[in-house]
């Protein structure tokens, strides 16, 4: 009787083992997505041809709290005109949307312009500051809209799409709070021929 008693024990003990290590792993692999990094996918043509459709990438998190952002970084983050949409002040959407549970779009883009900076897109160029940037590196075609000159507000930075003449991006509904940054896209991870950094 005896024997049959510890058996029991020791399956039940077992089980509890197997649920507590699940439930540990999932709380882990939960906080490692909202903090850490997280995987992508792209659903669309925008940053042609740097990112292809159905590309795979990793987006690191970690910068979001040493507040490095930088001109040319690829950010994946929620678009302003969707805020409106949320009740982004409560509690339980801030908690949901820190941990990546939203149905809130994401969308990825290059960072062009940054806080205080004055951008003008004019005669197929980007300028900063009345500079000409040179991006020839990245882009699909050079601009065939113009736009600005508008002075970037702080805390706020002007994103667009590679492929600048099929982009949703901020020469249509405008800058960028940082705070609406989600991270950095850093690595692409399939497919495994395109497999790399990105810059």
């Known amino acids: 009787m005896k024997f049959f008693s510890n058996k029991k024990k020791e399956k039940k003990s077992k089980t509890y083992e197997t649920i507590e290590t699940i439930v540990v792993a999932l709380v882990l692999a939960i906080f490692i997505r909202a903090t850490v990094a997280e995987a992508r996918y792209i659903p669309s043509e925008s940053m042609v041809p740097t990112l292809l459709v159905r590309d795979r990438l990793i987006v690191e998190k970690i910068s979001n709290y040493t507040g490095t952002i930088n001109r040319g970084d690829i950010v994946v983050f929620y678009p302003p005109f969707e805020e409106a949409k949320f009740d982004k002040n ?20 290059r960072v062009i312009g940054l806080p205080g900076e004055i951008i003008e897109i004019k005669d197929g160029y980007v300028f900063i500051n009345g500079e000409k940037l040179d991006e020839s590196s990245y882009i699909k075609e050079k601009p065939i809209y113009e736009y600005g000159p508008i002075k970037i507000p702080d805390n706020e930075v002007f994103v667009l ?31 495994p021929q395109r497999i790399g950094t990105l810059n």
């Not at 908690?95 to 809130?104: D, I, V």
């Not at 799409?161 to 509904?173: K, T």
């Open 90 to 109: 409560s509690l339980i959407s801030k908690t949901l949307k820190w941990l990546g549970f939203t149905s809130q779009s994401a969308y990825i883009k």
């Open 161 to 191: 799409g590679d492929n600048r003449n099929n982009s949703a991006d901020s020469h249509v509904w405008g800058t960028l709070p940082i705070e609406n940054i989600i991270g950095h896209a850093i690595i692409r991870f399939w497919p």
